[in-house]
């Protein structure tokens, strides 16, 4: 019996061991999670790309307030400064909404080579994640951002043309109408999808074109219709107060590194270059202006080597990544030479009154670092086919020739529309009475102490 009861021991065993085990099977498949779903495509966008564009673009707003308010701010006569402080404030805000509204719609959208399209107007269509369309590692907010800082600068630069004398309606009415028949197509011809400048090879990295070139001639056209300051030539206008000046030239300094090193829209390699280029070519015109100057006058100026660091600024813009720093230090240093001669015998010779010299510094300035763009470009920087005459490729300063031609012509003709529909409505310049007391008291009731 015992034998007989052995087997069916064992076999019940070995129900009860296999029973166990499928049980202990069944309970962990149970137990396990449900295969989790698919992960959706990793995102495009780079959190170092993203943190250095909002570094730039606040930069970039830096460079207008407080930076161009107080560069402006300290070379008008004292009874005017609160004035040009005002007209770089509220500009700022009021550009900052046309951007939004339609400016940006225009610049960076599809349309034609000449003028983008509407379907992002009041930016419709853009999510929180969507990856800007030139650079995929930041939010296209973040690119609408950084744009808008350019383009709420850039006309208001303009404004130191007619400076002293214009009404604060008509500033800021030219602006707007400026801002969205000049500066957005501009931007679109050159760095917008299908833009007829960009699409035939003319270079222009940060804004020589689009910003100075742009601005300095819409300037230039202000301060001729809107005709020069009662006492120019027989009074003294000399600026009132070299310390703003020199406070918001040096803020323009640092923040150029955010208008040229962010328009890489990266924290990629090619940074360094692009600061290195900025900076050189910037001391490099402070030196050759202070040393001209110091030759023909006997004596070298702040208002001078300021004024050199922006004639620097100005010509590396379209430049600063295209080119290595040996071109960069003869840019700067040509820029010096060059912007002193516009702002000096240039102006004299033509006769306007340009009050706070745009087109002497950002005209012949830009006009300046465009051409050598063409001249100094080398692939190692620039990239495959970013060559110029250095290289043998005299066909860029050509190109480079016909996007300043175009620059000049659109400027001119959309300022000169803007400023005469003005003229004739509501006026472009307070009267002689008004302009003597002062912008400050007569237009904004207030008056500067220092």
């Given amino acids: 019996m015992t034998s007989r009861l052995r087997p069916s021991l064992a076999a019940t065993a070995l129900s009860v061991v296999t029973l166990l085990a499928t049980s202990a099977i069944a309970f962990a498949q149970e137990a396990a999670p449900a295969a989790a779903p698919a992960a959706p495509p990793a995102s495009t966008l780079s959190a170092g790309d993203t943190a250095w564009m909002l570094t730039s673009s606040v930069l970039v707003l830096m460079m207008l307030v407080p930076g161009l308010g107080l560069f402006y701010a300290g070379m008008v006569r004292k009874k005017n400064a609160l004035a040009i402080l005002m007209q770089c404030v509220f500009g700022a805000g009021l550009l900052s909404i046309i951007w939004c509204v339609v400016g940006y719609s225009i610049a960076f959208t599809e349309g034609s080579p000449f003028f983008g399209g509407l379907s992002k107007v009041m930016l419709a269509g853009i999510a929180v994640d969507t990856p ?14 950084f744009q808008m800082t350019f383009f709420i600068i850039t006309p208001i630069i303009a404004l130191g043309g007619p400076a002293d004398r214009m009404k604060f309606s008509a500033s800021m009415l030219f602006v707007s109408l400026w801002a969205i028949f000049a500066y957005a197509p501009i931007a679109h011809m050159v760095w917008g999808p299908g833009g007829y400048l960009g699409g035939a090879g003319v270079l222009d990295f940060a804004g020589g074109t689009v910003v100075h070139i742009n601005s300095a001639i819409a300037g230039l056209v202000a301060a001729i219709v809107i005709g020069k300051r009662k006492g120019y030539g027989s009074e003294q206008m000399a ?7 020199m406070v918001g030239g040096s803020l323009l300094w640092c923040g150029w590194f955010g208008f040229n090193v962010g328009s890489a829209l ?12 900025t900076h050189l070519a910037t001391a490099g015109a402070v030196v050759s202006w202070s040393l001209v100057e110091w030759i023909l006058k006997g004596k070298p100026s702040l208002l001078g080597a300021i004024s050199g660091a922006i004639a620097g600024l100005v010509a590396i813009t379209p430049a600063c990544g295209f080119v290595g720093v040996n071109g960069a230090l003869i840019i700067g240093l040509a820029a010096g030479v060059v912007c002193y001669w516009g702002v000096t015998g240039l102006k004299h010779t033509l006769g306007y009154d340009d009050a706070l010299d745009v087109f002497g510094v950002h005209g012949v300035g830009g006009i300046l670092g465009a051409v050598l763009t063409g001249v100094f470009a080398i692939q190692s920087v620039g990239g495959a086919g970013k060559s110029g005459w250095i290289e043998g490729n005299l066909n860029q300063v050509w190109l480079q020739i016909e996007g300043i031609g175009l620059t000049i012509v659109w400027s001119a ?3 000169l529309v803007a400023l005469l529909l003005i003229k004739f409505t ?10 003597a007391e002062g912008l400050d008291l007569v237009l904004h009731g207030e008056t500067f102490h220092n």
């Fill in 426 to 435: 509501i006026g472009l310049r307070v009267n002689e009475t008004e302009e």
């Fill in 132 to 145: 800007a369309p030139a650079a995929s590692g930041i939010p296209e907010f973040l690119f609408v951002m």
């Fill in 413 to 415: 003709v959309v300022s």
């Fill in 266 to 277: 990266s924290a990629g390699a090619s940074t360094g270059i692009l600061m290195i280029n």
């Fill in 239 to 245: 600026p009132h107060n070299l310390v703003l000046t």
